[in-house]
């Protein structure tokens, strides 16, 4: 496992949002886990290719990306992709984790990003054998 790597994409249209995201988890985020290689994605039509061609490990959805929301786009993966990787939105305050409820994420973490709460739901995402 020294060589391999997690593939985690991260969907937002605003390239700063997937900046913070590389700069709260770094390359990686736990010493028990591989190394992070990072997709960076701007739109939703990207992020289905990518999951239909496999070896995505995680996926972190921008609730706040335009015009297609991350909320939405992780409810249609659940839906349509078999089988889906985790999925983590990034909501645009805490009083949304409901709507990343509905939306069947995983788990969410709310703007602005905590590095220590979004690297620890991150970590719990990657080693959850399920």
Partial sequence: M????????IYSSHASTRALVHQA?????HPDLPEIEY??????PVV???LDRGGVDLVILDGESAPVGGMGLAKQL???IDPCPPLLVLTGRPDDA???TWSRADASVSHPIDP???GRAVVGLLSDPA
């Fill in 2 to 9: 020294a060589d391999a790597t997690l593939s985690v994409l």
């Fill in 25 to 29: 988890l770094g390359r990686r985020p």
């Fill in 39 to 44: 997709l960076d994605v701007a739109t939703a």
């Fill in 48 to 50: 289905i290719e990518h």
């Fill in 78 to 80: 659940r839906d349509e």
């Fill in 98 to 100: 409901w709507l990343a």
């Fill in 116 to 118: 220590l709460e979004l």
